[in-house]
């Protein structure tokens, strides 16, 4: 999230670069110190993929104090895009949530403080067994009841394709979530997210509730 704030890369970054860590992850053991490597070789290929005019590779290895060299990206690159047999066009919640957004007519601070919500449930692995689409459809919920926005209507569950017991359920489990991270110490998305140009949504101050994940 940092990396990507500092190179000013689109928000998409974000969400596929993790999709990329998750994937490969879930086929090959990769030892703690090659974490670092991962992450930032998944970025190198997803700037590439997204971006105009991505960052060059040498300023990936700056930020990573030239813990890695040039070649060592440059593997661990090749080594993903075969794991993943160069399948990189994978629908991101974020995706979604843009088209839900345009469908819906979401206002800007409720569209962000959505995107807020869905950049947190990239740090939990309890929601991977959640559709991006479902994931969308719990943030929806919890932006509607924070925003007071009304209830869900038969609209949203044939726009987002989630009944609307299933996207309630999400949405507990991803105001868990954000409960769970900002306990954490983890502060990036926090951080990012409570700028004025993201409508100071991160300094929602997320009570606490009975129902959590250990």
């Avoid at 992450?39 to 060059?56: D, F, N, Q, R």
Wanted: glycine share 4%; net charge neutral; proline share 3%.
């Amino acid at each position: 999230v940092d990396v990507c704030g500092k190179f000013k890369l689109l928000p998409q970054c974000v969400f596929m670069t993790v999709n990329i860590i998750d994937r490969y992850m879930a086929v090959r053991e990769v030892a703690k110190a090659e974490l670092q490597l991962l992450a930032v070789s998944a970025l190198v290929i997803i700037g590439k993929y997204e971006e105009v005019y991505p960052p060059a590779l040498k300023e990936y290895i700056k930020m990573c104090d030239n813990t890695y060299t040039r070649e060592d990206i440059i593997r661990m690159e090749a080594e993903i895009l075969v794991t993943l047999n160069f399948e990189l066009a994978q629908p991101s919640s974020l995706y979604y949530l843009q088209l839900v957004q345009a469908k819906l007519g979401l206002e800007q601070r409720p569209f962000v403080f959505a995107r807020y919500v869905l950049e947190n449930a990239l740090l939990d692995a309890c929601l991977l067994n959640r559709s991006n689409l479902c994931l969308v459809a719990g943030a929806i919920y919890l932006v509607n009841k924070i925003f007071k926005r009304g209830p869900w209507t038969t609209q949203h569950s044939d726009v987002c394709g989630v009944a609307e017991d299933d996207a309630k359920m999400c949405a507990k489990e991803l105001y868990i979530t954000m409960q769970q991270v900002d306990e954490s110490g983890l502060t990036a998305v926090k951080r990012k997210f409570s700028t004025p140009e993201h409508y100071d949504v991160g300094k929602f101050r997320v009570e606490r509730t009975c129902a959590r994940r250990d």
